[in-house]
């Protein structure tokens, strides 16, 4: 059981303990594709702005992001999840190999793997293009048999569901990951979160709560619709990321607020993976569900702050 036990933070010791702890990673694993340009004219052949592309940048995505993420902060590293054999791919697997993290990549060739293009001007994001198809179901078998031999090395398990299909039978992965007796924390998606019952750690933000819950007119009725959920979910703790209201942690003991650390908001992107990265990495380590909220939360606070899928750096939080 996750709780307050009053660990005491050590940042000297600490990169040396992140280090010796092994964390998997399993979802919707995307590649985001960024376009940078200026744009001066509109065409005239019909009423768009005309971009002249000066560079561009591929960045990992979806669940790839959450594994970069843990890796920058010194955990052993892996993901489990699907790709094409296509360009997209081979980018996925060359980043994953810079970003040393061990990937298990379920690979077909009759699925194309997830692609979000973006193009920017001037730091403003004008278009984007998402290039994706639904899973193939021998894929979702293969990732099964995989976790199953995969789980029992790791000391943490983190679910990346961008609901893209890798997760479809996250309740299958999430039994198996208990037998072993393996803390499962969750990023979820959809309209109902009955799939991630018996899950340690549940991470939504406002808008994914609205969706499962219903909506609600004030903070105490929205502390029950949470603790309700948590109950029913059999979850340790549920953890409702708002942005630049901060976060607020339900437990069974306890319903925590933390203040938001946002300095100055210039993208969310991937900023609810960042969240869910250190909370894992920090958990793995201290066993502490409050220390490793409160460096979530700085974490989240920091990575809004930068442009695009971006990630965390070891030096930026435990500065």
């Not at 376009?35 to 005239?44: A, D, K, Q």
């Not at 960045?59 to 594994?67: E, F, Y």
């Not at 072993?180 to 019952?197: A, E, Q």
Request: net charge negative.
């Amino acid at each position: 059981m996750y709780t307050n036990t009053n660990y005491t933070l050590n940042t000297q010791d600490l990169k040396e303990q992140l280090q010796q702890k092994k964390i998997l990673v399993v979802g919707d694993i995307m590649l985001d594709r960024y376009w940078f340009g200026e744009t001066n004219r509109i065409s005239p052949e019909a009423p768009v702005p005309i971009i002249k592309i000066q560079k561009y940048e591929d960045r990992l995505g979806g669940a790839a992001n959450v594994a970069r993420n843990i890796a920058n902060l010194g955990v052993q590293t892996s993901i489990l999840g699907c790709i094409g054999i296509d360009e997209a791919g081979l980018r996925i697997k060359t980043l994953l190999t810079e970003d040393c993290v061990n990937a298990y990549l379920q690979e077909d060739s009759e699925y194309t793997s997830i692609l979000k293009l973006r193009v920017l001007a001037r730091k403003q994001q004008m278009l984007r293009l998402d290039f994706e198809e639904k899973l193939p179901q021998n894929l979702l078998q293969r990732i099964e048999k995989g976790f199953a031999q995969l789980i029992s090395q790791y000391n943490l398990v983190v679910f990346s569901d961008y609901d893209k299909g890798c997760l479809e039978s996250c309740e299958n992965l999430i039994t198996i990951a208990k037998q072993n007796n393996i803390p499962i924390l969750v990023d979820p998606k959809g309209r109902s979160f009955t799939k991630y019952k018996g899950s340690t750690i549940l991470t939504p933000n406002l808008k994914e709560l609205s969706e499962v819950v219903g909506g609600w007119q004030n903070e105490e009725e929205l502390n029950i619709k949470a603790q309700n959920l948590r109950e029913q979910l059999q979850l340790e703790a549920l953890l409702v990321t708002k942005s630049e209201q901060g976060m607020t942690l339900y437990t069974n003991t306890t319903i925590q607020n933390f203040h938001s650390q946002i300095q100055e908001v210039s993208d969310v992107s991937g900023a609810g993976d960042t969240v869910i990265a250190t909370l894992a990495s920090l958990m793995s380590v201290t066993n502490d569900i409050f220390i490793s909220t409160e460096y979530a939360n700085k974490a989240g606070g920091i990575v809004v702050g930068k442009l695009g899928t971006s990630s965390i750096e070891y030096n930026e939080l435990f500065n």
